[in-house]
């Protein structure tokens, strides 16, 4: 073969050629980008994508992006061969979810509904219904199925050759057998790739190695902690009476799918406890590779999985199947522009589903490339999420182990990982175990979900859809906040020092409220792209014309880091990342001033510490950074301390606290409290495809302040037009039912948008009050 010739440019290098590169290099050839080159290490789909099973299934999300995204690829993969001549092997056999018992029949009814408010044509259907459709199935134990009969599969070989041919009409270039050996930088920015065969420059790359991404990543110390691991399927012998048009069948609670192969049996398997594969790394050269199957730890899942379909039991098997597949550590895609450097875009990490969505998450990337940000919500899965200790090689082996597990598990609520525990502890973790605090996955850190009271155990038995045995011990938490005081550790906050000559200029320019204004005063704003769409929610808080203060969600962390970075430009401004140095405790409630003030010298009289202030109060032994400011509604206040003295000012309220009827409260608490009195959530009930008018937050908004600041022209045209969409508040009078993300919301009858999040209101007479969009 001659060797492959490359440009020297190109607007857009994409590194590798499975199903994912070859999307994005389609959709940005599409949308009008064509100076584009896709360069594969070995051929195209020899990574993963070779041997998938080519499931397309769109029920089973109730993420509206990752929705939108499995409609797009179905109706993507039906259209294609029409445009491109490739056939793609999409076949609308139509899809079947099972409910075996009651947890999972509850979460699909709840799934179903969100999917068919989102247009996708799903049906409960009953056990003979589900026989009917696939008689080969055992299914008296079935409480219900949900069909799509427009779901299918697909031959992920074909739709990746198709989209391939469909990049290429439209002038984008592929390249087999070279290797991208690195990226090139200058200033922070990407330049180019080194090859196995010559240089080329580029303004943008777009790192789409699938299992490698990480590695490749790191060699520009972009965080990519995706892990692969090993994923069976089998292949029957053929079963007289297997069609080839029966629809695919599955049942999580068996740990398997089921659908036709050359007149076989494919039984695909999600085992609860997996395994991990080359956590050391990915060998270079692996190609159209298979891993040895584990017939000991895979064969007790086989048996259940086959029970399922009993005339596989006694059929012979004629493949079992291993190939690996990456997992990532909270089942979402790593998909955007890397923190670290400006214009390295990933797209990797596909936790299993990268032929289903990877028609629409090539469409959402070429758009986020070529218009600088994401047309849809992107907080759920953007790249930016992720932690460099989550990279390390112990975390993506233990986390790994339970990330493939979750897929068919029952998605309850409440359920937090638990693997890769204990990785970030505040300093007053030990204080709030004894306590009785039961902990969840907060980003990393173990932060305190609710507190069991003395004498009981901070455990969850059982986990379920409905009043959990802690329910009356978070209204506790929730009574006592709005009553008298609590205190809350909330030291996994992400804070920063911003500080400089420029440091106002650049957070006023960035912030879409005022900022720097007063010395001694906290701000909330938002901070809006040029789209006048949401990239953060936030405080400013303003110490002296040099030293500003910046917390955020510890979702937002690396996002709100990364925002302020990039606008800084040549300003004299300084961006110090403290958030280990500080811990948080939230003393808030009626009696907090109370509280306080038995604690230091400081006057926090309502004159001389009004709502807003910010100062260095005394407590005890301690320096600590006071900001009267509430997330949940009621008097109360920050206190941010040095690490070493967060114990010390911790002991010393809980000492005093008594008289005051203070008491610990967690994050169910924070929940209740903030949506009864609408606070916002970035990331939960706001995201980046919001206005600030959409939301509510108009008011957090300064349109006359010199200067102006990011979005401001965007918001102002905003203002001339009527609102498309609305963030609006809704309380369920019947206090029964609990919402928690996802429910259609109805007016009169017709369905008028889902809930963004929810939560039981304690305060407003036990009902839930959910936050829905429209
Ligand atoms: C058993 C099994 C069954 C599956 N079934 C389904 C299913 O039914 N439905 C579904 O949606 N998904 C399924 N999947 C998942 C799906 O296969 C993957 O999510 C998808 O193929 C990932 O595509 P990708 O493009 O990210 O990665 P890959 O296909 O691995 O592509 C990455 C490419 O990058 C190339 N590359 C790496 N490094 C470099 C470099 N330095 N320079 C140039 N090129 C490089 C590699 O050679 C490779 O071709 C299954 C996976 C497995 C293992």
Redesign the pocket.
């Given at each position: 073969m001659a060797d492959p010739v490359l440009p020297q440019h190109a607007r857009v290098v994409v590194?590798?050629?499975?199903?994912?590169?070859c999307s994005v290099a389609y959709h940005l050839a599409h949308m009008g980008c064509t100076d584009v080159v896709l360069?594969?290490?070995?051929r195209?789909?020899?990574?993963?994508?070779w041997?998938?099973?080519?499931?397309i299934v769109t029920f089973g999300s109730t993420s509206e992006t990752s929705t939108e995204m499995r409609k797009y690829t179905r109706d993507l993969y039906a259209r294609l061969e029409a445009e491109t001549d490739v056939a793609t092997g999409f076949k609308p056999v139509g899809f079947i979810e099972i409910a075996a018992d009651r947890d999972r029949l509850e979460e699909y009814r709840r799934v179903s509904a969100f999917n068919r408010h989102c247009g996708i044509d799903v049906h409960e259907i009953s056990a003979k219904q589900v026989h009917d459709l696939f008689p080969l199935a055992r299914t008296d134990d079935i409480l219900a199925g949900f069909y799509v009969e427009n779901d299918g599969r697909a031959n992920?070989v074909d739709v990746t050759m198709s989209l391939a041919r469909g990049a290429r009409m439209k002038g984008a270039k592929i390249v087999e057998g070279?290797?991208?050996?690195g990226v090139t930088t200058k200033g922070g920015a990407v330049t180019g790739v080194t090859t196995t065969h010559g240089d080329i420059t580029a303004e943008v790359v777009v790192n789409?190695?699938?299992?490698?991404a990480r590695q490749?990543g790191a060699k520009n110390g972009v965080n990519i902690p995706l892990q692969s691991a090993e994923?069976?399927?089998l292949i029957t012998d053929a079963i007289p009476g297997l069609s080839s048009s029966c629809p695919v069948l599955e049942d999580p609670g068996s740990h398997g799918y089921f659908r036709e192969e050359v007149g076989g049996l494919m039984i695909?398997l999600f085992e609860p406890i997996c395994a991990p594969w080359k956590v050391s790394g990915v060998p270079e050269d692996f190609?159209f590779g298979e891993i040895e199957p584990d017939w000991e730890r895979m064969g007790p899942y086989v048996e259940t999985a086959m029970k399922r379909v009993p005339i596989s039991l006694d059929t012979g098997v004629k493949k079992f199947?291993c190939?690996?597949?990456?997992f990532t550590p909270d089942l979402q895609p790593v998909v955007g522009e890397a923190p670290e450097l400006k214009n390295y875009f990933v797209?990797?990490g596909?936790?299993?589903?990268?032929?289903?969505?990877?028609g629409g998450l090539g469409r959402v990337l070429a758009h986020w490339i070529l218009n600088g940000r994401a047309d849809v919500d992107v907080t759920g899965f953007h790249i930016d999420r992720l932690h460099r200790y989550q990279s390390n090689p112990e975390y993506r082996r233990v986390r790994t182990v339970e990330s493939l597990g979750m897929v068919y598990q029952c998605h309850y609520p409440t359920r937090s990982m638990q693997t890769a525990r204990g990785a970030k502890r505040s300093a007053l973790h030990d204080r709030l175990a004894a306590a009785g605090a039961y902990f969840k996955d907060v980003s990393g850190w173990e932060g305190a979900d609710w507190y069991a009271p003395a004498g009981h155990e901070a455990k969850v038995e059982t986990l379920s859809w409905g009043r959990q045995p802690w329910f009356d011990w978070w209204k506790a938490e929730h009574d006592a906040a709005r009553n008298d005081v609590i205190l809350m550790d909330m030291s996994f906050m992400a804070k920063f020092w911003v500080q400089g000559r420029d440091a106002g200029a650049v957070l006023e320019r960035i912030s879409a409220n005022r900022v720097n204004g007063p010395k001694g005063t906290i701000t909330y704003t938002q901070w809006l792209n040029g789209g006048g769409t949401l990239e953060a929610d936030l405080t400013v808080t303003k110490l002296d014309d040099q030293h500003f203060w910046v917390v955020a969600s510890d979702t937002a962390h690396r996002h709100v880091n990364a925002w302020m970075r990039r606008h800084i430009g040549d300003a004299h401004a300084f961006v110090t990342d403290v958030t280990s140095s500080y811990a948080q405790l939230n003393v808030q409630g009626p009696r907090s001033r109370e509280l306080l003030a038995s604690l230091t010298s400081a006057d926090l009289s309502n004159e001389a510490f009004p709502f807003r202030a910010a100062r260095e109060i005394d407590i005890g032994f301690a320096r600590v950074f006071c900001v009267r400011i509430t997330y949940l509604g009621e008097l109360g206040y920050e206190l941010y301390i040095p690490a070493e003295q967060a114990v010390h000012v911790y002991e010393r309220i809980v000492a005093a606290g008594g008289p005051f009827g203070l008491r610990h409260a967690g994050l169910k608490a924070l929940a209740s409290l903030r949506m009864e009195k609408a606070y916002r959530d970035y990331g939960h009930d706001i995201d980046n495809t919001d206005s600030v008018l959409e939301v509510g937050l108009g008011f957090a908004v300064d349109l006359e302040k010199p200067g102006g600041f990011i979005g401001r022209d965007a918001v102002l045209a905003k203002k001339q037009t009527p609102l498309r969409k609305r963030l609006v508040q809704i309380l369920v009078k019947d206090p029964e039912p609990l919402l928690f993300h996802a429910e259609i919301v109805h007016r009169d009858g017709k369905p008028v948008g889902y809930v963004r999040a929810a939560s039981y209101g304690h305060t407003l007479g036990g009902g839930s009050r959910p936050t829905a969009s429209r």
């Open positions: 590194i590798g050629g499975g199903i994912i590169g360069i594969e290490r070995d195209l789909t020899s990574g993963t994508t041997h998938a099973a080519g499931l992920p070279v290797a991208v050996t789409c190695a699938g299992m490698w490749l994923h069976y399927y695909g190609s199947f190939g690996p597949e990456s797209a990797a596909m936790n299993s589903i990268g032929i289903l969505t990877g």
